[in-house]
């Protein structure tokens, strides 16, 4: 997945509704995949995930896969 930079800027962004100060996650659902960003640098580096790698790590976490990280 290669997500042009004007694409991605012209989603939505999402951070839970825990978030109450600027330290989160925010994710943005694309067409072909799933982009993931820091909410205090939202210009800087993202991860990219297709739909399938985005699925099999929410497994992961309801499975606790991350709980020791």
């Not at 962004?13 to 960003?37: A, H, K, Q, T």
Request: net charge negative; glycine share 8%.
């Amino acid at each position: 997945m290669n997500i042009e930079e004007s694409a991605a800027e012209a989603r939505s962004w999402y951070s839970s509704s825990f978030c109450s100060n600027s330290s989160c996650v925010e994710v943005c659902f694309m067409d072909d995949g799933v982009l993931l960003r820091d909410s205090k640098n939202p210009r800087g580096p993202r991860l990219e995930f297709s739909r399938s790698e985005w699925h099999e790590f929410l497994d992961g976490i309801g499975k606790g896969d991350f709980a020791g990280l």
